[in-house]
C-alpha cells in the first residue's frame, strides 16, 4: 500500500523555520522524482520544490529561493522541506508528491501558519 504522510506542520512566527518531513512507503521512492507543493485557499496548488531521485538536482518556486531547501534520504524513505525565514504568505497546506515514471502518488498534507 502506497502511503505518503507528511508531518512538521504548525504555527510558527514571522522570520521562524519549519522543517517538513514526508515519509514514504510501499513504492521505490529512492527512483522517483519527489516533490513539494502548498496550497492556499482560493489559490492553484503551487510546486514549492522538487528533488531529483538521486539527490542532486533540486528546483525551486521564485517565491521561496534561498529560503527553502529540499533535500531527501533514500535509506530513510523520507524527503525533507526545510522553510526558513517564514513569512505570513507561506501559510498553506503542504503536500509532497511523488513522480514514478506515470504514477503519481499525494499525501495528505500538513498545515503551516505563519503568523504573529
Known amino acids: 500500500q502506497v502511503q505518503l504522510v507528511e508531518s512538521g506542520g504548525g504555527l510558527v512566527q514571522p522570520g521562524g523555520s519549519l522543517r517538513l518531513s514526508c515519509a514514504a512507503s510501499?513504492?521505490?521512492?529512492?527512483?522517483?522524482?519527489m516533490n513539494w507543493y502548498r496550497h492556499i485557499p482560493g489559490k492553484e496548488r503551487e510546486l514549492v520544490a522538487l528533488i531529483s531521485s538521486t539527490g542532486a538536482g533540486t528546483n525551486y518556486a521564485d517565491s521561496v529561493k534561498g529560503r527553502f531547501a529540499i533535500s531527501r534520504d533514500n535509506a530513510k524513505n523520507t524527503v525533507y522541506l526545510q522553510m526558513n525565514s517564514l513569512k505570513p504568505e507561506d501559510t498553506a497546506v503542504y503536500y509532497c508528491?511523488?513522480?514514478?515514471?506515470?504514477?503519481?502518488?499525494w499525501g495528505k498534507g500538513t498545515l503551516v501558519t505563519v503568523s504573529a
Open positions: 508528491k511523488a513522480l514514478l515514471g506515470r504514477l503519481t502518488y
Open positions: 510501499g513504492f521505490a521512492f529512492s527512483i522517483s522524482v
